[in-house]
């Protein structure tokens, strides 16, 4: 089966998990089709990444005034195609999170994309994310292509849903995956219970290089890991103010924050106020072979999350044998679970974090052994790629 899959920026250090899910449909027999509004020009530190980036195609590559040309063909081709997705992209620049120009770039956007579909010939096409490249391959469903389905990851469609119209994309949907029983859930809120049906619960998932790397020991060392982009709802302030308590109380511990983001010099700053230095490092953008080397460098994860749909690192750091601490939000309980493979603490309570923090840095080895082998069964048992893409491929055998 030929399918396509649209994303708005691929590859992505951030996005390895559709990497991933795409390899894996490959392996079960698919023939894939990568298209992107951008990423052509990203900076990347993985050699796959660097190879998916030479089979995508890209929407914005030659600028806008590029899709000119496909528009022009499209209205020409199918006039009453092409007005019926004008009409909904007008209605979907009604009371959204962007201004109804945005909406007309889009369609746009889906003219371009549509002739790539036909030309591939795509049974189906897969969006990742509720936002606006769901809207984009909608518009070219109207336009003539073939039918959508989107993954749902939070937790920005969640933040707005009624300003991206998420309701009506699930309803034009072939299908919809969330990653979590909580993401299904918020769906819910938005669609009538006669739509329920097409919401799946589809997990993201590790492959087996992830599961099949030797059992690594805990180290002694006081050392924790932070994975993730330095920005708001990843917590990291939050984190430096916990780690500020401690040292005032003289734990010993050391935090490496993996990643890089927009809100790194505010961090910096702060670990300068409280004295911190010693204690914090920041590494930067990293390649996922060094992000497993720094889990394996250190006693658990910790992810101070205010708000998350369900991350792919605490996955990673569970299938490594690593316990975690992290904030009990969204899908993350499903996963995590308190005193067996990890610790929960309210998401913003800087001393639950503190007490969870200071507790993992007292266990002895032989205890934070046990709990990271629980967390392997968990994950191994819910976060198989080739099992979770098999769920994905029923789905798009369905809709053939």
Not at 38 to 64: H, I, M, N, P
Not at 188 to 208: M, P, S
Not at 252 to 280: C, K, N, P, S, W
Not at 316 to 335: D, F, K, N, Q, W
Request: neutral net charge; hydrophobic residues 50%; charged residues 20%.
């Amino acid at each position: 089966m030929r399918i396509a899959y649209f994303i708005n920026q691929y590859p992505k250090v951030s996005h390895s998990f559709i990497r991933r899910e795409i390899l894996a449909l490959e392996r079960q027999g698919f023939v894939v089709q990568r298209i992107a509004l951008r990423g052509w020009d990203a900076e990347l530190v993985d050699a796959e990444d660097v190879s998916e980036r030479d089979k995508t195609q890209y929407v914005l590559q030659g600028g806008v005034k590029e899709l000119l040309g496909p528009v022009l063909q499209v209205l020409r081709a199918q006039p009453r195609r092409f007005f019926s997705a004008l009409w909904l992209a007008l209605r979907m620049g009604q009371r959204a999170d962007r201004p109804w120009p945005y909406h007309l770039v889009y369609l746009s956007e889906a003219c371009r994309v549509l002739t790539w579909l036909q030309a591939f010939g795509a049974e189906h096409v897969h969006a990742h994310f509720g936002t606006n490249s769901t809207e984009v391959v909608m518009l070219a469903n109207v336009l003539g292509g073939p039918a959508y389905s989107f993954t749902v990851h939070g937790p920005e469609e969640f933040d707005k849903p009624q300003f991206i119209h998420l309701g009506e994309k699930v309803r034009r949907a072939a299908f919809v995956a969330a990653i979590s029983s909580y993401g299904r859930s918020q769906l819910f809120r938005w669609v009538a219970h006669a739509h329920w049906a097409r919401v799946k619960v589809v997990h993201c998932g590790l492959e087996r290089e992830f599961h099949d790397v030797p059992a690594v020991a805990v180290p002694s060392a006081p050392r924790l890991v932070c994975v993730g982009r330095l920005c708001e709802q990843k917590g990291q302030l939050l984190l430096l103010e916990a780690a500020r308590i401690l040292a005032a109380q003289g734990v010993e511990f050391e935090i490496v924050l993996a990643g890089d983001g927009e809100m790194r010099a505010e961090i910096e700053t702060l670990i300068a106020r409280h004295g911190l230095q010693a204690r914090v490092r920041i590494t930067g953008w990293i390649s996922s072979d060094q992000v497993r080397a720094e889990i394996l460098a250190a006693r658990a994860l910790v992810l101070p999350s205010f708000a998350e749909g369900l991350p792919v690192v605490i996955m990673e750091a569970m299938a490594l044998r690593r316990p975690v601490l992290t904030s009990y939000v969204a899908g993350i309980p499903e996963l995590v679970q308190q005193g067996v493979n990890g610790w929960l603490f309210p998401a913003g309570a800087v001393d639950e974090l503190a007490t969870a923090l200071a507790d993992c840095l007292a266990q002895p080895v032989e205890v934070l052994q046990r709990m990271g082998e629980a967390a392997y069964q968990r994950v191994l048992e819910r976060h198989d790629i080739d099992i979770e893409a098999a769920k994905l491929a029923n789905l798009f055998r369905a809709q053939a």
